[in-house]
Nanobody, 123 residues
Framework: QLQLVESGGGLVQPGGSLRLSCAAS????????IGWFRQAPGKEREEVLC????????NYADSVKGRFTISRDNAKNTVYLQMNSLNPEDTAVYYC????????????????WGQGTQVTVSS
């Protein structure tokens, strides 16, 4: 069974950090581009960051520039989203998704999706 599983979410205070993981099972991520998305209550899903098969990154959300970083460890078949200086506006369910090779333009199609992990930023 082909799966992406997100982990690392939770409750964090404003200004804190979290690292989310996106692990694949049933397939390898080494020829895939991986995107991180988020969806806050009552809002549309938002593309955040993507990393292509060669490690190049694309940032889709100005609000996370300088605070969020995406990276990958192909040996562990995992992609990470490091989130620093979190604020309440970052509260959302975070999803990872995979597609072949390159990061798409905004709204591009992904082939595999995880179930999401909740991130709540609150004091």
């Amino acid at each position: 069974q082909l799966q992406l599983v997100e982990s690392g979410g939770g409750l964090v205070q404003p200004g804190g950090s979290l690292r989310l993981s996106c692990a694949a099972s049933g397939f390898t991520l080494d020829r895939k581009a991986i995107g991180w998305f988020r969806q806050a209550p009552g809002k549309e899903r938002e593309e955040v960051l993507c990393i292509n098969e060669r490690g190049g990154t694309t940032n889709y959300a100005d609000s996370v520039k300088g605070r969020f970083t995406i990276s990958r460890d192909n040996a562990k078949n995992t992609v990470y989203l490091q989130m620093n200086s979190l604020n309440p506006e970052d509260t959302a369910v975070y999803y990872c998704a995979a597609r072949y090779y390159v990061c798409p333009a905004v709204g591009g199609r992904y082939d595999y999706w995880g179930q999401g992990t909740q991130v709540t930023v609150s004091s």
